[in-house]
Nanobody, 124 residues
């Protein structure tokens, strides 16, 4: 049974950086596409970034392009989300999700395995 645990969230000032980690246990991530999603208070969960099982394909929401980078280290069974130039509107709970697939999937409706989330707050 695949389990996902996010970490790396916290409070950061505007313009700062954080690196989120999504560590998997119970199965190898080699065969899983991964997505990062976020949900702010009162808003629907939205896609942030997604990556194929090999890491060869990635995609980003327009709101984070050029600022966020998704990567994966299958040897460590971990996927990362490097977040730079953070803005107050990036404040949300960030979740990672996994799906058995080669291609990347970027919609939350396509995922069945979710972590518990990590809070990111961008504020001065």
């Amino acid at each position: 049974q695949l389990q996902l645990v996010e970490s790396g969230g916290g409070l950061v000032q505007p313009g700062g950086s954080l690196r989120l980690s999504c560590a998997a246990s119970g199965a190898t991530l080699d065969y899983y596409a991964i997505g990062w999603f976020r949900q702010a208070p009162g808003k629907e969960r939205e896609g942030v970034s997604c990556i194929s099982s090999s890491g060869g394909s990635t995609d980003y929401a327009d709101s984070v392009k050029g600022r966020f980078t998704i990567s994966r280290d299958n040897a460590k069974n971990t996927v990362y989300l490097q977040m730079n130039s953070l803005k107050p509107e990036d404040t949300a709970i960030y979740y990672c999700a996994a799906k058995v697939a080669i291609a990347m999937f970027c919609s939350p409706d396509q995922y069945g395995n979710w972590g518990q989330g990590t809070q990111v707050t961008v504020s001065s």
